[in-house]
C-alpha cells in the first residue's frame, strides 16, 4: 500500500475550525441552557478565560482555534516527515 502525504495546512484548517465550533457551541449551551456546567468547568481548567458566557465562549473558541491549529499542522508535518524518511 502505497501512502501519500497530507497537506499540513489544510488538515490543520478544517481539523482547528471544527473543534472551535464545537467548543464555542458548547460554552453557548452551558450558557444558554444552564447544562454541560461540569463539562465547560473541564475545559475551563485547560483553556483559562472558559466559562459559560457568550464572550468567555467566543475566546475560549479562539483559544481552542489557535492551539488546535498549532498541534495539527504539526502533527501533519510529523507524518510527512517521517513518511519521506521510511521511503
Do not use: H, Q
Not at 8 to 35: E, R
Not at 56 to 76: D, K, R
Amino acid at each position: 500500500m502505497e501512502f501519500t502525504k497530507i497537506n499540513p495546512l489544510a488538515i490543520a484548517i478544517s481539523i482547528s475550525l471544527l473543534s472551535a465550533i464545537a467548543s464555542f457551541f458548547m460554552g453557548v449551551a452551558a450558557f444558554v441552557l444552564y447544562t454541560g456546567k461540569p463539562i465547560a468547568a473541564m475545559v475551563g481548567s485547560i483553556y483559562l478565560s472558559y466559562n459559560p458566557s457568550m464572550a468567555n465562549a467566543g475566546l475560549g473558541a479562539a483559544m481552542v482555534l489557535m492551539n488546535t491549529f498549532i498541534g495539527s499542522y504539526i502533527a501533519a508535518w510529523i507524518y510527512n516527515f517521517l513518511l519521506d524518511y521510511i521511503r
